[in-house]
């Protein structure tokens, strides 16, 4: 099991960034590769970015390329999702996710962890 709590969303302006943090109950391990996910009001959950445990690979949905960037830090515990030029429709409630292999890539029936999510909040 692990426990994974998200922290740094909030209100910005279109063109704005934030960095989003999650962090790990336990050590992860290279059975934990990490993504991050959002759901916006009325839609489905969508991929946003998902990270191997060595950080070699990489993987964004398009809308995303270019101005987000996943990372992780193994000795911490923590993943991070730097977002910049931020866009409204870029507001979600984002989900941090722990796969149960080396890589999870954007199936979110791959991962088997979830947080509780940070609602970000881009206005125009």
């Known amino acids: 099991q692990v426990q994974l709590v998200e922290s740094g969303g909030g209100l910005v302006q279109a063109g704005g960034s934030l960095r989003l943090s999650c962090a790990a109950s336990?050590?992860?391990?290279?059975?934990?590769?990490m993504g991050w996910f959002r759901q916006a009001p009325g839609k489905e959950r969508e991929f946003v970015a998902a990270?191997?445990?060595?950080?070699?690979?990489?993987d964004y949905t398009d809308s995303v390329k270019g101005r987000f960037s996943i990372s992780r830090d193994n000795v911490k515990n923590m993943v991070y999702l730097q977002m910049n030029s931020l866009q409204p429709e870029d507001t979600a409630t984002y989900y941090c996710?722990?796969?149960?292999?080396?890589?999870?890539?954007?199936?979110?029936?791959?991962?088997?962890?979830w947080g509780q999510g940070t609602q970000v909040n881009v206005s125009s």
């Open positions: 990270i191997s445990w060595k950080g070699d690979t990489t």
């Open positions: 336990r050590r992860l391990t290279s059975n934990n590769g």
């Open positions: 996710a722990a796969a149960r292999s080396v890589y999870g890539g954007p199936r979110s029936m791959n991962y088997n962890y």
